[in-house]
């Protein structure tokens, strides 16, 4: 089956700090896996794919098949990087499945 | 460009009650289409897609039903509301294997 792991609900850093927001997956094949991004106010949106291998708002992830995760890093998180932070996969379909989300807080 | 558009933006109905969730694509042609549902606690879950006009597939058992009339229109509905129908309704679009583009969601609280 296809699932998503996220284990945290809520992580709390301040300014400057080093981020890293956990996901696991289980999937069979070959995955895509996705990070998405709802800040307060605003749509989901996608931040970012594992394919396309870049840094976007100082944010990376590797795709790590040996353990199954895509953990999301940031070595110094900023105010405005407080978000609800969605991990996705994507299979053999165009269907997403999502993990359950975890809430990034950055205090000043 | 493309956008996405979601109506109403918060819907507060009494149990019972039918309900009818609009959500209109423009400067796309043949879409894939989604309804999600946006739940504290348990993330987004996929409960409608389609991949063209009168093609509907369900992913979970519910109490809601989806259609899609016009090749840019997908509506989310039910004949009578339950009180666990609450929470956030997102609609979302695709081209085959691309990127999801969200819209700006429908709020829905059946009291």
């Known amino acids: 089956a296809q699932r998503v792991t996220q284990p945290e609900k809520l992580l709390s850093v301040f300014k400057g700090a080093p981020v890293e927001l956990k996901c696991n997956y289980s999937?069979?094949?070959?995955?895509?896996l996705f990070w998405y991004v709802q800040y307060s106010r605003q749509r989901l949106q996608l931040l970012l794919r594992?394919?396309s291998r870049e840094s976007i708002k100082g944010f990376t992830a590797d795709l790590n098949k040996g353990e199954t995760s895509f953990h999301l890093k940031k070595p110094f998180a900023q105010e405005e990087d407080s978000a609800m932070y969605y991990c996705?996969?994507?299979?053999?379909?165009?269907?997403?499945?999502f993990g359950t989300g975890t809430r990034l807080q950055v205090f000043p | 460009s493309q956008t996405i558009h979601q109506w109403p933006a918060t819907l507060v109905q009494p149990v019972g009650s039918p309900l009818s969730l609009e959500c209109t694509v423009e400067?796309?042609?043949?879409?894939?289409l989604y309804w999600y549902r946006q739940a504290a606690g348990r993330g987004l879950q996929l409960l409608f897609y389609?991949?063209?006009?009168?093609?509907i597939s369900s992913e979970v058992p519910q109490n809601l039903s989806a259609s899609r009339p016009q090749d840019r229109q997908f509506i989310l509905s039910s004949k009578k509301l339950l009180l666990s129908d609450s929470g956030f309704y997102l609609c979302?679009?695709?081209?085959?294997?691309?990127?999801?583009?969200f819209g700006p969601g429908t709020r829905l609280l059946v009291l």
């Open positions: 979302a679009w695709s081209r085959d294997r691309e990127t999801q583009y």
């Open positions: 999937y069979s094949g070959s995955p895509e």
């Open positions: 594992h394919i």
């Open positions: 996705a996969l994507r299979g053999n379909t165009d269907k997403l499945i």
């Open positions: 400067g796309t042609s043949n879409p894939n």
């Open positions: 389609s991949v063209g006009i009168g093609q």
